[in-house]
T-cell receptor, first 114, second 114 residues
């Protein structure tokens, strides 16, 4: 089955710790995205990538970093600089980065701070 | 700046009753409009989208939405809801002013009462 996988499902972060969220897709999509979801606020774009070895900041990139070394993988690191990391993180992909493209979402990772 | 407003954070309805979830957007250029659905503790999936042509678009599970340019709206309707429709529904818009990134509404939780 083609799709997007995210791991882990739940992640706990200690004070001052960096954590990495995994996102893998086998849809052969060029574009990948990371969103943060908070209650009552909809989705906010953290980073996106249109092609391997290239990525751009979204609306709330501060305190986060990404890499795109392989087409199928787009990991997100939540750094210690992100002071309010508790949220539901969603990874998505689309065939291209055109405005008409449907985005396909993974099941999400819930990050909690200890 | 472009924005998407979902006027109702929650909409409770009885099973088999009709429902309308409202979505308004602000944009002065041509837009592409989307409705995504998120079932509890899952990622989002596309419900339907308007790109061009007929202003009425339908999904395979009985939902429909109508693009109204003069009222800048894209309301989602279903004539008879089922308990399985319990989910959160997100409206999203993209156009050239957002660099074709999706701008998301805050979401509307559809609560089906038996």
């Amino acid at each position: 089955d083609g799709g997007i996988t995210q791991s882990p499902k739940y992640l706990f972060r200690k004070e001052g710790q960096n954590v990495t969220l995994s996102c893998e897709q086998n849809l052969n999509h060029d574009a990948m995205y990371w969103y943060r979801q908070d209650p009552g606020q909809g989705l906010r774009l953290i980073y996106y990538s249109q092609i391997v070895n290239d990525f751009q900041k979204g609306d709330i990139a501060e305190g986060y970093s990404v890499s795109r070394e392989k087409k199928e993988s787009f990991p997100l690191t939540v750094t210690s600089a992100q002071k309010n990391p508790t949220a539901f993180y969603l990874c998505a992909s689309s065939l291209g980065q055109g405005s008409q493209e449907t985005q396909y979402f993974g099941p999400g990772t819930r990050l909690l701070v200890l | 700046a472009q924005s998407v407003t979902q006027l109702d954070s929650q909409v409770p309805v009885f099973e088999e009753a009709p429902v309308e979830l409202r979505c308004n957007y602000s944009s002065s250029v041509s837009v592409y409009l989307f409705w995504y659905v998120q079932y509890p503790n899952q990622g989002l999936q596309l419900l339907l989208k308007y790109l061009s042509g007929s202003t009425l678009v339908e999904s395979i599970n009985g939902f429909e939405a109508e693009f109204n340019k003069s009222q800048t709206s894209f309301h989602l309707r279903k004539p008879s809801v089922h308990i399985s429709d319990t989910a959160e529904y997100f409206c999203a818009v993209s156009d050239s002013s957002s660099n074709y990134q999706l701008i998301w509404g805050a979401g509307t939780k559809l609560i089906i009462k038996p």
